[in-house]
C-alpha cells in the first residue's frame, strides 16, 4: 500500500498545478457540455479536441482529455432525462427511468440521483484503479513482442465475441483499419506501401486522427442529422433547496445498486469491446432483475437511473487501465486517448510507470480531483445545460463540423488530410447504417503498426516459424482466450438453435 | 434504394476495394518470406485486404441466403427527408473543402456558414451574420496568434497581411485576449438580454 500512497500523493499534487487544474476544470466543463449534447460523446468530444492538446506538455493534455472523458459520462444523463435523447450511447439505459420520472415533473429528483451515481461510480472505479495499475504494470513488463501481438488479437477477439456486431462486418472493421495504419512508409525497409494513385499525401500515412475524427464527428453528426428529425420536448427543471436537500437523503435507497453496478462497470470497461456503454446496459438489466419491484423499472425507479450511471462512469476509468498498463485501449475513447499518447512521444505499456511517473500518477490523481470537480458543476451548472440543449441543431452541426475541418488539418497542416477525414466520415456514415461497426476499424489503425511491429519482430526472432506464438505460455493464454472469444458467437447462435428446436418439439 | 440493396452495392464495392488494396500491396514488394529479413513489407498489407476480401465473400454469401436483417430489409436506405439533408449537407461541407483550397479556409468558413444557418437553418440574419464572422475571426486568432498554427489561406493570403501586423506588433497579445474573450462574451448578450427582460416583466 505504502507503494501506491506516496506516488498518489505526488500525482495530487501535480494536478493541482495551476496549468493541470486549469486545463481538468475546462476538461471537465468541455466534457459535461459534450455528453449533455445529443449526437455528441465523449469519443467525438476526445478526437474532436485533441489537436489542440498539442500546445500543452502532455502530462497536462491527457489530464484535459480525460476530464472531458469524464465529464461526458456525466453529462450524457442530462439530455437522456430532459430530452429522452441519450446525450451518448453509454447514457440510454439512463433514458429508460430517467425519462418517465421527468415527465412525472421529478426531473430534478433524477438529475441529482444520475450525478451522485456518477461520483459514487467514479469514486469506486478510481481507487480499483491506483490499486490494480502498479501490479498490472509490473506483470506486463514480462511481454515481449510475441505477448504483445497476442494481446492484440486478444482484444480484436474480443470485438468479435463480445461486441454483438456482424461477425463478418466486424472482422472488415478490424482489418480495414489495420490496412490504413499501413499506408504510407514500412517501418522496416522504408520502403512506400499503399500509395494510391501516386498522391504524395499518402507518403505520411494516415494519422488515426483523421478517421477518428472523420466518424465520429462528420459521420455522427450526419447520422444525428438523420435520426433528430421533428420537434425535441425539453422538459423544465424546477429546483430548490428543499427539494434538492430531500432527493440527496434518498440516497441510501440505491446505495448498494450503485456500489454493486460501479464495481461492475469497471471490470466490464477494461475489456477492449467494452467500454461504458455495454456496462450501463448490464448494470441496468442486474439492477432490474435483483429488485425487490422489477416492474416499476421502466417506469421511473431511481435504481434505473443510479445503476447505469454508476457503471458507465466507472467504466471510463476501468478502459484506461488496459491503455496505460498494457497499451491496450479499453474503449473507442481510449483508442483515440492512446493514439493521442503516441502522437506526444509517449509509448503506452508498462514502462510508462517507469519512464513517466509524473504522466501516470499525474493522470491518476486528477481523476479523483475531476470526479469532485465535475459533480459540483454538474449540480450548478444543470439549469445552463438544460437551456444550452435548446440550442438548434442547425447551429450546432456547422459548428462541429467547422471544428472538424480544422482539427482534422492542424496535425500534419495538410488538406489532403482534411479531404481524407471527408470521405471517411461519409463512408462511415454509409457503413454504419448498414451496421457495420466503426470502433474496430479505429481500435486497429492505432494499434496497427504495434501489432505488425510486434509480429514480424516475432517472427524475425523465431526465423519464420508461426508456433512461436503457441510456444510460450503467457502468448499461448492470450491465443487461446482469443480463439474461445471469437468462437463464442457461433457457439451461441448453435445453443439458441437447439433452444428454439426444442421448444418447436415440446410445443407440438 | 432499399436497405437490401444499398448492403450488396457495399459488399460488392468493398470486395473491389480489397482486390485493389491487394493489387498494390503487391505492387513492387514482396508478400512472401524473405530468408534472413522475415515477412516482405507487402507481406501485412497484402494479407489483411484478401482477409477483408473474404469477410466481404462472407457477407455476399449471406446476402443471398438472407441470413442477416439488412439482407431482408426493404426500408428505404436513406429517406427521401433525410437524403435532402444529408445530401445538402455533404454537398455544403464539399464546397467548404474546395473553398479553402481557392479562397482559404476562413473565407471558406463565411460563406458555408451563411448557406448552413440562413439557407438550411431557417436563421434570422443577425444571427447568420454574427456567427458567420465572428466564428472566423476567432479561428484566426486562436490558430494564427495563440497556437501559430496557420490555416490555408489560398489567393486570398494578402488580405491577411494587414492582421498580421496586429497578430505579430505592439499590443498584439491584448487585442488577440480580447477577441478572444468577447467574442464568446457577445454570444452571451442577447440570452441574458432576454432573462433580463423576463425578471422585468414579472
Known sequence: METVLEPLLVGLLQAFEPLNL???VIGCLIGLFVGAMPGLGSVNGVAILLPVTFLVPPTSAIIFLAAVYYGAMYGGAISSITLGIPGASTA??????????AQAGKADLALLTAAVASFIGGTISIVLFTLFAPPLADFALKFGPTEEFALMVLAFATFIGLGGDDIPKTIFSILIGLVFATIGLDIISGKPRLIFFDIDGFLHGVNF???AIGIYGIGEILWTLEQTKGDVQVHKVTTSFKSFVANLKRVREYFPTTVMSGVLGYFVGI???AGATPASLMSYGLAKTFSKDPDSFGKGNISGIAAPES???SASTGSMLPMITLGIPGSPTTAILLGGMIIWGLRPGPLLFSEHPEFVWGLIGSLYIANVFTLIFNLALIPVFVRVLTLKFTILAPMIFILCVVGGYVPEQSLHDVWLMFIFGVFGYLLRKLNYPVAPAVLAIVLGPLAERSLRQSLLASQGDAMIFLERPLSATFIGIAALLALYPLFAAWRRRVREATQAASDQ | MTVRAAELVMAVFMTICSLAIMYKSSDGLKIGWIPG????SGAWPFWLSFGMFLSCLVIIYRWFRRHTPESNSTEPYIGNQESRIIG???????????????VGIYFSIVLFLLFYLKVLGGHGWGLTSFLSLATPTWLFFFFEAVLQKPLPKGYAEELFYPLYDVIYGKGGSVVTLMVLLGIPALGFVPPLLNWFRGRAAV
Open chain 1, 271 to 273: 475489456l477492449p469491446a
Open chain 2, 37 to 40: 529479413s522475415g515477412p516482405g
Open chain 2, 88 to 102: 445538402v449537407t455533404i454537398a455544403a461541407l464539399f464546397f467548404l473543402l474546395l473553398g479553402a483550397h481557392i
Open chain 1, 209 to 211: 486522427l483523421v478517421l
Open chain 1, 92 to 101: 440510454v439505459a439512463t433514458v429508460f427511468d430517467g425519462r418517465p420520472l
Open chain 1, 311 to 313: 457503471a458507465n462512469n
Open chain 1, 22 to 24: 486549469m486545463m481538468l
